[in-house]
Each structure stands twice: as C-alpha cells, then as structure tokens.
T-cell receptor
C-alpha cells in the first residue's frame, strides 16, 4: 500500500512569516493529494488539493506544489496568522483510498 | 464539517461491551469511510463503502464491524474484540468512483471513545 511521510512534526513561525510542510509518498500510481487542517477536538477540513496532472495550485495564502518525479508535495502558507495554528495533514490517494501523513502541528507566534 | 454528522460526540464504554458509532450524511455521496485517529498519529482507515450493501476492510479492520443498509448511513460497531479501542473516530464521505471529484473526502466532527 501507499506510505506517506510528513515533515516536520512541529513547526513554530512568527506571525507574518511563511510556513512550509513537506510530504513524500511511495507509490507512483497515487494521483490525488489533499491537505487537511484539523483544530483541536474537531474533524479535519480540506484546505487545498492537487491532482497528478497539475504541478502547482494556489488559493489566496495557501499553495501546494507537486513533484511527481521525486514523489513529493508541499504545502506553503504565506503571511501566517494566529488562526493558522492547527494540525495539518497531507494525504495521497491510491485506488480511492487515502493514506495520511502523521501530521504537523503549526504554531503561529504573535 | 459539511453535511456529515456523527453521534455521540463523546462515548464511554466498559471493557467487554460493544458500542456503535453513528455517521449520517446528506451530501448524496455514494462512498463513506471510517478512520481511527490516535494522539500524534495520522488517520488510519478502518472500513470503507463505495455503494449501499457493500463494504471493504481497511488497514485496521480487526475488532470492528460496519453495515451500509442506506446511502446516508454508515454505522461503526466497536466490538469487545478490539483490544485498544480508546481513540478519536472520524467518518468521511466522497462521491462515487466514476465521478470527476471522487477522491475528495469530507469529514464529520468525530466521536471520542473512551474505554473505562
């Protein structure tokens, strides 16, 4: 099955700075890569996703890049704000099943 | 959380008891999923169902059972055979496999199960 690794496990950034989270996957057949944000005690919320036929996607302060050759994808958050503090998960889809990374706890310092 | 509801929010169980977690969706999604989340870990797939009256085991199905009698509902039973059931359980749904956005999964708010 698919194996997804996510780094770093924790990330602390100053408000206004950028945050970058990186994930790698093992199966080159994976074709869909969503990112979720999870606040304490709540279910994950989809924040952005990318499919294998696209190299980059942006939505306001959030962007995702995909390198299929290297089998890695990254989440970029610019101009971070306190409300960006949460746990972020990457995932890779193979045969309609999602495999998740272990998560990154992002703390934005005011 | 979209149109996915899970109940109850908190659930306490004594050892040796079976317990059923509810998941309902009004998104008209064909596929539904159950995940388990432990502290500091990613989500792990327990069971999934792509169509009514059909479901498949995920990566950690032992000690769990499901049913899919209605499109809107996908209850999960945690049986006494599950040795370490204390966890946060998340239900998700997505469009059926042959649709354009089939892989997008939307999650419910979760149920926190504690075994006493």
């Amino acid at each position: 099955g698919e194996n997804v690794e996510q780094h770093p496990s924790t990330l602390s950034v100053q408000e206004g700075d950028s945050a970058v989270i990186k994930c790698t996957y093992s199966d080159s057949a994976s074709n869909y890569f969503p990112w979720y944000k999870q606040e304490l005690g709540k279910g994950p919320q989809l924040i952005i996703d990318i499919r294998s036929n696209v190299g980059e996607k942006k939505d306001q302060r959030i962007a995702v890049t995909l390198n299929k050759t290297a089998k890695h994808f990254s989440l970029h958050i610019t101009e971070t704000q306190p409300e960006d503090s949460a746990v972020y998960f990457c995932a890779a889809s193979l045969n309609y099943k999602l495999s998740f990374g272990a998560g990154t706890t992002v703390t934005v310092r005011a | 959380d979209g149109g996915i509801t899970q109940s109850p929010k908190y659930l306490f169980r004594k050892e040796g008891q079976n317990v059923t977690l509810s998941c309902e969706q009004n998104l008209n999604h064909d596929a539904m999923y159950w995940y388990r989340q432990d502290p500091g870990q990613g989500l792990r797939l327990i069971y999934y169902s792509q169509i009514v009256n059909d479901f498949q085991k995920g990566d950690i199905a032992e000690g769990y059972s499901v049913s899919r009698e209605k499109k809107e509902s996908f209850p999960l039973t945690v049986t006494s055979a599950q040795k370490n059931p204390t966890a946060f359980y998340l239900c998700a749904s997505s469009l059926f496999a042959d649709s354009g956005n089939t892989d997008t999964q939307y999650f419910g708010p979760g149920t926190r199960l504690t075994v006493l």
